[in-house]
């Protein structure tokens, strides 16, 4: 079975600081990897996904195959990155989406 | 193109009615995805289409629920005999079919069961 487990339910950090919030997966295949967001009042939407190895508004997340794990990282943490943030995986030869329970990230001034 | 659209935003309702939402993708996309998300979890995945063929059902797709796209464009999802456990945001979401597109969602349908 696939799973995702974001261990932190919440994370609050200062303005400037690092951020690392942490996805874990389950599969025995070859996962596609997302992070998806959602700030307040607004709809759930893509932040990154793994095969882009793209860094969008200053955030990354390398695919760790060994340890089976997909952090999401910012060195400088802004408060406009306070928000709801979701690791997903798509199973090989399937369209869904797995979800994790997601982490409530709150960045103070 | 203002995104994937639900009807309506919220529904309140009596244990036991039926209640019927409905998702219009974003045009160009021919997948169209269905989740519920309930309080303190991430979106479950139910079904998805392509274009009019419902092509995966998740075992949370009980019989008591069904989508239809029927002409591969808007879908509806009908929830018969609703219970309180029901009660939950629901997501579409669409892509296109070459995969450079990810999934982009709703505003979700918010039911409530009485």
């Known amino acids: 079975a696939q799973r995702v487990t974001q261990p932190e339910k919440l994370l609050s950090v200062f303005k400037g600081a690092p951020v690392e919030l942490k996805c874990n997966y389950s599969y025995s295949g070859s996962p596609e990897l997302f992070w998806y967001v959602q700030y307040s009042r607004q709809r759930l939407q893509l932040l990154l996904r793994h095969i882009s190895r793209e860094s969008i508004k200053g955030f990354t997340a390398d695919l760790n195959k060994g340890e089976t794990s997909f952090h999401l990282k910012k060195p400088f943490a802004q408060e406009e990155d306070s928000a709801m943030y979701y690791c997903?995986?798509?199973?090989?030869?399937?369209?869904?989406?797995?979800f994790g329970k997601g982490t409530k990230l709150t960045v103070n001034p | 193109d203002t995104g994937v659209s639900q009807n309506p935003r919220h529904k309140i309702t009596k244990r036991g009615q039926n209640v019927t939402f409905r998702c219009d993708p974003i045009s160009e996309h021919n997948r169209l995805y269905w989740y519920r998300q309930t309080l303190g979890q991430g979106p479950e995945f139910l079904t998805y289409f392509q274009n009019e063929a419902q092509l995966e059902k998740s075992r949370l797709l009980s019989d008591r629920f069904s989508a239809e796209r029927p002409k591969g464009s808007f879908s509806t999802l009908e929830i018969q005999r609703t219970e309180q456990g029901d009660s939950a945001m629901y997501l579409c979401?669409?892509?296109?079919?070459?995969?450079?597109?990810?999934?982009?969602f709703g505003d979700g349908t918010r039911l409530s069961i009485l």
């Open positions: 997903a995986l798509s199973p090989q030869g399937s369209e869904k989406l797995v």
């Open positions: 979401a669409s892509s296109s079919t070459d995969g450079s597109q990810p999934q982009h």
